[in-house]
């Protein structure tokens, strides 16, 4: 358990790093086709559903990998 909570914080750290000195990395996160984001004077909606299909088959992908 010790171990996946390292790999975890490892993985945070470097998605940290990389959001602080290359934004542009993660400019397509957001902005995929099938994104909702609704726009008025006064608030802001933003659902990101493609974002987060593609996100969760790359996470289950990779989880099925490591456990074999």
Avoid: C, K, Q, Y
């Avoid at 998605?15 to 993660?26: K, N, R, S, T």
């Avoid at 400019?27 to 909702?36: A, V």
């Amino acid at each position: 358990m010790a171990r996946w909570f390292i790999i975890a914080g490892a993985i945070l750290v470097t998605v940290g790093v990389l959001m602080h000195f290359a934004p542009w990395l993660f400019n397509w996160f957001g902005r995929l086709p099938g994104d909702i984001r609704i726009e008025s004077e006064r608030s802001r909606v933003f659902i990101p559903i493609t974002s987060m299909i593609i996100l969760s088959v790359v996470l289950s992908v990779l989880l099925s990998f490591f456990r074999r």
